[in-house]
């Protein structure tokens, strides 16, 4: 029993350890850090709650349509001289006075004012989901940006350790040759452990970078910085390198019906447009129907010297009144046309907005297209320059390995293998990513 319970005890400790262990070594694919992102993203949240308040304004606006509907019950304590509520005389003694109103309201014609407050309300509220979609999508294309940068440079991390442990065969190579003395020429090895030197730099710069790039991406996911997070790899490599098939104009006309910020934009100014006529109705009469009923209590009342009980007091002094109210603005210090002046201006400025919008957009996509097919071409150029360069390095491995070859020309031709397989690695990332950002203006973003 005692070594049951050293077990169990040893078992508790034991797990949260290897949790940790577990969790130390994370894995993340694409997915989930989008996932993550979005939801510790401030931005977004903060137009979430943007979203909400327009939701709130939009039930109110219909709600204005209801009925008012209000009680009021006033006690009050008088001495002296004062009017008695249940006869309506002045009376010079102390007394308890009750009154008791139930009124209502209902507008039936305001300019029209509450019918385009609905239409303004509700297309500022279709405007706030789609910011809430364009924070959304900004996280997105941020993340993908970042997690394709990351794989970049373990990309570029696995080549220069590649490149290391080539140079190392080689200094090991000629460090034999050199000890049997069958080394032609002595420079030979230190040529090649300057190179050495060299890759180990490459592999210390990059595997910094790949840290850099690291922490970037886990600052977008607002998360603790771990080196020991790995990511996984894109599921459609074969996509790596492709062009997109559509023409800059194509992007652009796509873009206007479907990115979220510019749509936006447009129902924004609807909205505005709808607020023009909300305040043009404050110019107009006001149409409402009104009832109420009405009771009052007083302890000085009395009927044949006797006090009269309250609750026969309440039924006795019962009333009730119902009728139409018209209200014309006539002048209230210009309030109403200031307003509509105001509107005006707010109307200007979304349509300017929405201006810019579509023209700062057009300017993006076609500087994001010109960066996509620079790219692709220099893609293209890369492909065929690593194979002449591997063929050069391969054949001059072999007559540097035969004596043939001098150690300068050795390092050249792996210099000139190493650049370019670097080159490609960049360029094969820059014209993915630049397709994400075509894909996002289009409103088609897909992992």
């Known amino acids: 029993m005692r070594y049951f319970k050293y077990l169990v005890f040893s078992l508790a400790l034991t797990i949260p350890a290897l949790a940790n262990a577990q969790s130390a070594d994370t894995t993340l694919s694409l997915q989930q850090c989008i996932d993550i992102a979005i939801k510790n993203n401030l931005d977004v949240k903060k137009s979430e709650l943007a979203l909400q308040t327009a939701q709130v304004n939009s039930n109110q606006a219909k709600e204005y349509m209801l009925p008012t509907i209000n009680g009021q019950v006033d006690h009050s304590i008088s001495s002296g001289r004062g009017i008695d509520p249940s006869t309506n005389t002045y009376v010079n003694q102390s007394f308890r006075s009750g009154n008791y109103n139930l009124n209502s309201n209902l507008t039936l014609f305001s300019g029209l004012q509450n019918l385009n407050s609905i239409k303004q309300t509700s297309l500022a509220y279709q405007a706030g989901k789609m910011d809430l979609q364009q924070a959304k999508d900004l996280v997105t294309i941020n993340v993908i940006t970042a997690y394709l940068s990351v794989l970049n440079n373990t990309e570029l991390l696995n080549q220069v350790k590649n490149q290391l442990e080539v140079s190392r065969q080689q200094v090991d190579r000629l460090t034999v040759l050199e000890k049997e003395g069958a080394n032609k020429l002595p420079s030979d090895l230190y040529d090649l452990k300057g190179t050495y030197g060299d890759n180990q730099l490459n592999v210390v710069n990059t595997a910094a970078t790949l840290k850099t790039s690291k922490l970037s991406l886990l600052q977008i996911l607002n998360i603790p910085y771990k080196e020991s997070i790995t990511l996984q790899p894109i599921t459609n490599a074969?996509?790596?390198?492709?062009?997109?098939?559509?023409?800059?104009?194509?992007?652009?006309?796509?873009?206007?019906?479907?990115?979220?910020?510019?749509?936006?934009?447009?129902?924004?100014?609807?909205?505005?447009?709808?607020?023009?006529?909300?305040?043009?109705?404050?110019?107009?009469?006001?149409?409402?129907?009104?009832?109420?009923?009405?009771?009052?209590?007083?302890?000085?009342?009395?009927?044949?010297?006797?006090?009269?009980?309250?609750?026969?007091?309440?039924?006795?002094?019962y009333g009730k009144a119902a009728g139409i109210s018209l209200r014309i603005p006539l002048l209230n210090y210009m309030q109403n046309r200031n307003k509509v002046?105001?509107?005006?201006?707010?109307?200007?400025?979304?349509?300017?907005?929405?201006?810019?919008?579509?023209?700062?957009?057009?300017?993006?996509?076609?500087?994001?297209?010109?960066?996509?097919?620079?790219?692709?071409?220099?893609?293209?150029?890369?492909?065929?320059?690593v194979k002449a360069y591997a063929e050069s390095f391969r054949t001059a491995e072999i007559r540097f390995n035969a004596g043939v070859l001098t150690s300068v020309d050795f390092v050249v031709a792996k210099n000139n293998l190493d650049r370019t397989k670097i080159g490609l690695i960049n360029a094969t990332y820059s014209v993915y990513i630049y397709n994400k950002i075509l894909d996002y203006y289009q409103g088609k973003l897909s992992l």
């Not at 019906?257 to 607020?275: I, M, N």
């Open 341 to 385: 002046a105001l509107a005006k201006i707010q109307l200007q400025n979304d349509i300017y907005v929405e201006q810019t919008t579509k023209v700062q957009l057009k300017q993006n996509v076609e500087q994001a297209y010109l960066n996509m097919t620079s790219a692709y071409e220099k893609y293209n150029v890369l492909i065929e320059q």
């Open 238 to 317: 074969e996509e790596l390198g492709k062009q997109t098939g559509d023409s800059a104009d194509e992007v652009y006309n796509t873009a206007l019906a479907q990115l979220a910020y510019v749509k936006a934009a447009t129902l924004r100014r609807q909205s505005s447009e709808k607020g023009v006529s909300v305040a043009r109705g404050s110019l107009m009469p006001t149409i409402s129907l009104y009832g109420g009923l009405s009771t009052n209590i007083s302890s000085s009342a009395k009927f044949n010297g006797q006090s009269i009980p309250y609750w026969d007091q309440f039924k006795n002094n």
